[in-house]
């Protein structure tokens, strides 16, 4: 059980990491990471959010009907969000909470949330969910912190707002735009692929992607005149 339980936390920060394994939370990845400070402060909103709503689910799923599960579903998680919501309107940076403005809202709809209630904490008792809802918190956190900090490194020399190189003046543009992000999370995506490779070949076993992310899976290259 100990062993189980541990499972179901660490799978969140890399094997099954939301953001970099997963490809969920696009929209927030790519908006609110221009700073290292924007992406720890979505993603600590975002585990609160997912420790709560994995509770709650897992107590209620046995008494709830599963033709209206998933509005049920949604009513926890929005309840969750309005705590958040006003907790960081009360005491967390006004800058900060302008900056996340409308995604602390739309955490009600992030698919790792729902996901994660539907998957997960439905079926599984309160300690395995609320593990689970902190792991995948904690590893969609550290992935939008550190997209933020590349992103905000390289556009002026700063990370979480100090300034490391005070000789950069002007700001590089492409990765503080959504280009930039796509490009520096493509990167990162590609460098956990390499570790996971070389992880495989160092066991002696077959490296095998995620079904969906990789060459078999995808029919591109067959269309008639490419």
């Given at each position: 059980?100990?062993?189980?339980?541990?499972g179901?936390?660490?799978?969140?920060?890399?094997?099954?990491?939301?953001?970099?394994?997963l490809?969920?939370?696009?929209?927030?990845?790519?908006?609110?990471?221009?700073?290292?400070a924007?992406?720890?402060?979505?993603?600590?909103?975002?585990?609160f959010?997912?420790?709560g709503?994995?509770?709650?689910i897992s107590?209620?799923?046995?008494?709830?009907?599963k033709?209206?599960?998933?509005?049920v579903?949604?009513?926890?998680?929005?309840?969750?969000?309005?705590v958040?919501?006003?907790l960081?309107?009360?005491?967390?940076?006004?800058?900060?909470?302008?900056?996340l403005?409308?995604?602390?809202?739309?955490?009600?709809v992030?698919?790792?949330v729902?996901?994660?209630a539907?998957?997960?904490?439905?079926?599984?008792?309160?300690?395995?969910?609320?593990?689970?809802?902190?792991?995948?918190?904690?590893?969609?956190?550290?992935a939008?912190?550190?997209?933020?900090?590349?992103?905000?490194?390289l556009?002026?020399?700063?990370?979480?707002g100090?300034?490391?190189?005070?000789?950069w003046?002007t700001?590089?543009?492409?990765?503080?735009?959504?280009?930039g992000?796509?490009?520096?999370v493509?990167?990162?995506?590609?460098?956990k692929?390499?570790?996971?490779?070389?992880?495989a070949?160092?066991?002696?076993?077959?490296?095998?992607?995620?079904?969906?992310?990789?060459c078999?899976n995808c029919r591109?290259c067959?269309?008639?005149?490419?």
């Open positions: 059980m100990k062993n189980t339980c541990w179901d936390f660490v799978k969140g920060i890399w094997k099954e990491n939301p953001v970099l394994v490809l969920l939370g696009t929209c927030p990845t790519l908006a609110l990471t221009g700073s290292a924007n992406g720890a402060g979505m993603g600590a909103a975002t585990t959010v997912l420790i709503s994995n509770a709650v107590l209620i799923s046995g008494i709830t009907p033709k209206i599960r998933i509005p579903y949604i009513v926890v998680i929005a309840a969750f969000v309005t958040v919501d006003l960081m309107q009360a005491y967390a940076p006004p800058a900060l909470y302008a900056a403005g409308i995604f602390i809202p739309l955490i009600v992030n698919c790792i729902l996901g994660r539907e998957a997960f904490a439905s079926k599984h008792g309160l300690l395995r969910s609320v593990l689970d809802g902190a792991g995948m918190g904690l590893g969609f956190t550290v939008l912190t550190l997209i933020g900090i590349i992103r905000e490194f556009c002026g020399g700063s990370v979480f100090i300034k490391l190189i005070p000789g003046e700001e590089f543009l492409l990765p503080g735009a959504a280009p992000a796509f490009i520096i493509g990167v990162i995506l590609a460098v692929s390499y570790c996971n490779r070389r992880a070949v160092k066991a002696g076993k077959l490296y095998v992607p995620p079904r969906g992310l990789d078999r591109i067959r269309i008639p005149g490419e």
